[in-house]
Nanobody
């Protein structure tokens, strides 16, 4: 299972961006997926996750109300819609996945995830 991120780029403060996490070739029915970010000089931070069924989503306080995570298991893809972006959101965004038997939960702890993408850069600047 190899997640692959895409959709990063440069956006102005207050703007929007959608990043994607694709996991082609694998069924996602038992795979919770999370997004983490890592800013320069800072530790990796979990910002959002979605359960395999899509019934549960969690968000860090820093992005709550601005970011929305969603998934399409048939298309094997997870999206993170980011609105009202701030300069503090500038970071490398990583997608992470693992296998589970509980399809209704997800966690924002990095230790819960086995498979990681290479990351996509998001820069918020005028």
């Amino acid at each position: 299972l190899q997640p692959v991120e895409s959709g990063g780029g440069l956006v102005q403060p207050g703007g929007s961006l959608r990043v994607s996490c694709a996991a082609s070739g694998f069924t996602l029915d038992y795979v919770p997926i999370a997004w983490f970010l890592q800013a320069p000089g800072k530790e990796r931070e979990g910002i959002s996750c979605i359960s395999p069924s899509g019934s549960t989503t969690n968000y860090a306080d820093s992005v709550k109300g601005r970011f929305t995570i969603s998934r399409d298991n048939d298309e094997k893809i997870v999206y993170l819609q980011m609105n009202s972006l701030k300069s503090d959101d500038t970071a490398i965004y990583y997608c992470a996945a693992t296998y589970t038997t509980n399809i209704r939960t997800c966690a924002l702890r990095a230790s819960e995830y086995t498979y990681w993408g290479q990351g996509t850069q998001v820069t918020v600047s005028s």
